[in-house]
């Protein structure tokens, strides 16, 4: 059984996130998302500028056997349809029997019974990586969650919580943050990169998420791929910021960015 | 009995619309969205730039206790499911139930039969503030309307219009245009900031309307509340404009003016 | 019976082209989309940018009626629901029945199943213009098609293929790439316009076929209109990468040349 105070340091290195961040542009995994709507293109965006393949392939007639053929799958509770939760089980169902990689972003869990009764079964399901605010971890641990999608608690303060997810899951879970908090059963990480602009651009974690997704396929550490994702997004976000004015002109920057990061700047920047 | 010839000018003053604006930053107001699927990232972007808070929370399932959580809500008639029309329904019945004040965006009203009947229903459930372009204006208080989402008329040509859905509602209407044209039962106000090229971008005016139900939740004067939302965004698109090259650097540019405008800024710059 | 081997170079003129833009900008046409969630906002605004009218009327409740009278039909089949299949098939009657002309975007045929049968059947409504990726035209050419959205093959490669739809539908067909590559029944027209970066924004050929809805909508030649869209769109492309630092500001600058682009400019760039 894990518990908080049992983690330690992590032993990632700078040069295993280079070589994650390596293999998704030499690879271009294919991700297949189940997003919502608020953050399908930004998303899209954030792949393709990365260097990875979108395919937003959500409908139940096609979600299935799609997810035997992408390289991982994302599953997003933003916006929920009845079709489109049809189409988010259909697809973890052909991810497990593929051995696909997943990743849940539990948007709203706690806050929202019925969308938090869906995440539970899904973290029963296995996802490789679970990502979220605070709030959601909490909330998906069975806490209380947030105002809708806001999180009004401390990545620090869900850390617990997102150590009784591991247990379920058996995978990594991200907590987002001003210092972003990364666990599996054994260790946490820390990286306080970023900028407070890219809390007041809608889906900005949503597209986080996404790209998780793409390095949960370029390795077998879900700690690895989540750091790596994360260390890419918000090294972009601040190089973004430096050239941006405000919230608007963050976003178009920060894919820019994102499309020049090369593995040795990436190893370069990030502080683990 | 409301008549357009019986309006008088506003009593509204700088020094309202700014403490209007001030409070929207300071109370973050959990604003309820059910908007369409063009407009849903760019009112999200909006609100959280103005300093409030967008939920995206739609589906019926969630939609009435949501209602009752917000501080606003938003309805927008565009691109309608039958299931976004069932969401849209609970979140209206949710908003009486707890006396959360509700934007309507009428889209289409008027030019679509289908859509036509439904707004009708919405506007006999007394929104705070109707919010639309003169076509649809019209169009709502039984006239013909326009050309799909597009306005066919002049906004001052949609005033008695507006004042037949004043009497039914109870509340503010807001016709957008070159000049927009604000009224309630009493009161007529102008405003003529904005630029040509917000008409080139898809949402720009559903935004204004998330925008407003986020001002609707901080005063308990519906013109007032419409009138601030539309002068901090006219006055921000102003100078986003003269920053930018086109329509598709206005947009970036409007969020980070809307993001860095202050309450003393707006009151030097709005003329009324 | 149109074998590649028997086309001809086109007998398309920059002034045809610039006619035709001309046209699109001065009877601003409006154009019905019933597309996917990921390219809805940004068609949208190439469309407003280039000077027409969008209307994302897709609702099976209105779209067949709409399609009479919409001055063309934009059909795009990614991101699909049961009800936007059906809002689909409404406005396809409603576009046959009164003539109205309409593109067809066959998102994902050939590599997805289900989607492929609905984009055959789709074909034998003789689409005015169909417009996909090489993999695309081969897949619903009968052909294997490619990874998701992703084109695994080359447009050459793929004007066998096109061939056979012209054969079936009787109009024109785009294939992008780039090089892109167009036919109708007699002739094949090639444009290198645009930029890589361009391939790295999700959206960016699906709004393209939004263009060329608004252009088929101002000329009789199919070709022609395939062309004109293309080309504007690929040289505002070329434009836009100049003042831009990536995929993530390419978009805004590609909107702000959409919509500076005359008639005059366009001749005077484009290599038929």
């Known amino acids: ?17 280079a070589t994650t961040w390596d293999a ?23 792949l393709l500028a990365a260097g990875a393949s979108p395919a937003m392939v959500d409908t139940p007639r096609e979600a299935r056997a799609f997810a035997g053929v992408a390289s991982a799958v994302l599953v997003n509770l933003g916006t929920p349809t009845e079709e489109s939760m049809q189409g988010i089980a259909e697809a973890v169902t052909g991810a497990r029997e593929s051995g696909t990689p997943w990743v849940l972003d539990p948007i709203g869990a706690g806050g929202l019974p019925w ?12 996802p490789t990586i679970v990502r979220g605010n605070a709030s959601e971890v909490i909330g998906l641990a069975g806490g ?7 999180s009004i608690d401390h ?21 987002s ?27 900005a974690g949503c597209a986080l998420g996404a790209l998780m997704a793409a390095c ?13 994702a994360t260390a890419a997004y918000t090294v972009a976000a601040e190089r973004a910021a430096e050239l941006s004015r405000g919230p608007g002109s963050l976003m178009p920057a920060l894919l820019d960015e994102l499309a020049q990061l090369t593995p040795e ?6 502080q683990l």
Do not use: F, Y
């Open 265 to 270: 700047s990436l190893a370069a920047a990030v």
């Open 115 to 126: 969308r938090s009764g869906i995440a539970t079964g899904l973290l029963a399901k296995r």
């Open 177 to 203: 943050g001003a210092v972003d908090h990364l666990v599996d059963g054994r260790r946490l990480a820390l990286l306080g990169h970023g900028h407070p602009w890219l809390t007041q651009v809608t889906g």
């Open 144 to 150: 209380r969650g947030g105002r809708g999608a806001d």
């Open 155 to 175: 990545p620090e303060s869900a850390v617990r919580a997102a150590c009784r997810l591991v247990e379920r899951s058996g995978g990594a879970v991200a907590i």
């Open 24 to 46: 998704l542009r030499t690879r271009s995994p294919l991700v297949q998302c189940l997003t919502n709507r608020v953050a399908t293109t930004l998303s899209a965006n954030v």
């Open 1 to 17: 059984m894990t518990h908080a105070h049992a983690l330690r340091g992590h032993d990632l290195t700078r040069a295993q996130l």
């Open 216 to 228: 949960v396929a370029c390795t077998e550490d879900p700690l690895l791929a989540a750091a790596t």
